[in-house]
């Protein structure tokens, strides 16, 4: 997906394991996904990124602005990480902030928090007011930023569309339309999300198609 802006996009190559992703349009939160995605030089991919894209698509062509929203931390809570930060800054009072950062965020995410939050890198810990905790909890959890549009069918990992199903014999994959004609794979309107399952149609489509065939 493309998105962000050049700060993002400095984040390239970052992969993020144990995340929750959601997208939103209208104000409202329309698909989320727990588990891992990256950053590249024109926005974000991976699993989630890919298993969520349709809807994202969907919401762009209807010229809805769609927002991305990243929870770093989807295990905690707010209040659960806040007092986690509190813990830290009682056991370490003298560490720098960029240092707290460390305990928190992949090293390559640390300088983009430190603009994002406004937060002087150098300043110790225990100076940190509470508009400047909540604004390290905000980043955590509501890393946002919009999304502008997805790449190219060129880089698609499954499409969507083709015959419909109720125009196919599933018993052999023959059209209900036209005799003798047989369907397998990506022509058929059916697709599911990432993880081997439309490779697994495909499969089990083309055998059934060939075999089906190859009786008449």
């Known amino acids: 997906m493309i998105g962000g802006n050049k700060d993002l996009w400095s984040l390239s190559g970052l992969s ?3 995340v929750e992703l959601s997208f939103s349009a209208n104000g409202k939160t329309f698909s989320s996904e727990f588990g891992e995605m990256l950053f590249t030089h024109k926005g974000i991919s991976g699993p989630i990124v890919l298993k969520l894209s ?8 209807m010229g809805n602005k769609v927002w ?28 720098e902030y960029q240092s707290l950062l460390k305990t928190l965020l992949p090293k390559l995410l640390i300088l983009y928090a430190i603009k994002i939050t406004g937060v002087d890198k150098h300043k110790q810990s225990s100076t940190l007011n509470k508009q400047e905790i909540s604004a390290l909890i905000s980043f955590l959890k509501y890393f946002c930023f919009e999304i502008t549009g997805v790449e190219s069918i060129k880089k698609a990992i499954v499409t969507h569309g083709g015959v419909p199903i109720d125009e196919i014999n599933s018993s052999s994959m023959m059209s209900n339309i036209v005799p003798n004609l047989y369907f397998a794979g990506e022509v ?28 008449i």
């Open 54 to 61: 349709r809807g994202v698509y969907e919401q762009l062509a």
């Open 16 to 18: 993020l394991k144990n």
């Open 188 to 215: 058929i309107c059916l697709d599911g999300p990432t993880g081997g399952f439309n490779m697994q149609k495909a499969f089990s489509t083309g055998y059934l198609a060939g075999f089906s065939a190859s009786v």
């Open 68 to 95: 991305a929203n990243i929870d770093l931390k989807p295990k905690l809570d707010e209040k659960m990480l806040r007092q986690r930060i509190h813990n830290e800054l009682v056991e370490t009072p003298k560490k």
